[in-house]
């Protein structure tokens, strides 16, 4: 089964600083992965997502992520924060399995924004 | 396009008391998926369905129950609350669960509260 890994449960960095959040996945095949972002009281919206192809993916609101399969690792970075951006970040692997497609995600990544 | 809906919004329960949340979808969507939400655990699937009159269970599935009667919505029950059903709940749907590479879209969640 895929599991997924983001071992910094906070994180927080002034506005105008660079961001990376960290995710690191288990699966056996070639991973699907996605990541997320929760506002305060919203659900959940899909920042970008990596199929295949070019292993650097650039997402929405100026984020991009790197797909690296030799540390099992997708990382979200952006190069100058806004404070807009604080919010929880999840990491996700979506994989086909016997019963069909099943998305796991992380326990997420709290980002906070100082002015 | 209101995407997918969740009523109610928030709700208090005492224990032993029933409830149903409701989703609603107007993508036309085949797929659709209840997770809970909890602190520090990310999301975790509870029930599914890859179409109309079907259910799956998913991660956590014990002590609720699913029925997905339209094709546009997806019901979860809980027929006796416990203390430990207290959770954010999130519901989702997609397109194409065959596929590995299977984007969810989010409904804003229900807050539930059983005392």
């Known amino acids: 089964a895929q599991s997924v890994t983001q071992p910094d449960i906070h994180i927080t960095v002034s506005e105008g600083a660079s961001l990376e959040l960290r995710c690191n996945y288990s699966?056996?095949?070639?991973?699907?992965l996605f990541w997320y972002v929760q506002s305060p009281g919203q659900g959940l919206q899909l920042l970008l997502k990596?199929?295949?192809?070019?292993?650097l993916v650039q997402g929405i609101k100026g984020f991009e992520a790197e797909f690296k399969r030799s540390q099992s690792s997708f990382n979200l970075r952006k190069p100058s924060v806004h404070w807009s951006d604080a919010a929880e970040y999840f990491c996700?692997?979506?994989?086909?399995?016997?019963?069909?497609?099943?998305?796991?995600f992380g326990t997420g990544t709290q980002l906070k924004v100082e002015l | 396009n209101a995407g997918v809906t969740q009523t109610p919004k928030f709700r208090v329960l005492k224990t032993g008391q029933s409830m149903t949340l409701l989703c609603a979808q107007d993508?036309?969507?085949?797929?659709m998926y209840w997770y809970r939400q909890d602190p520090g655990m990310g999301l975790r699937l509870i029930h599914y369905?890859?179409?109309?009159?079907?259910?799956a269970k998913g991660e956590v599935p014990d002590g609720y129950n699913v029925s997905r009667l339209k094709k546009q919505n997806f019901l979860l029950g809980l027929e006796s609350a416990a203390p430990s059903q207290t959770s954010v709940y999130f519901c989702?749907?997609?397109?194409?669960?065959?596929?590995?590479?299977?984007?969810?879209?989010f409904g804003a969640g229900s807050r539930l509260t059983v005392l």
């Open positions: 990596y199929f295949s192809g070019d292993t």
């Open positions: 996700a692997v979506g994989a086909l399995t016997g019963g069909g497609n099943k998305l796991t």
């Open positions: 369905s890859v179409g109309e009159g079907t259910t």
């Open positions: 989702a749907s997609s397109q194409d669960q065959r596929s590995g590479a299977n984007v969810l879209t």
């Open positions: 699966y056996g095949a070639t991973p699907y």
């Open positions: 993508m036309n969507h085949e797929y």
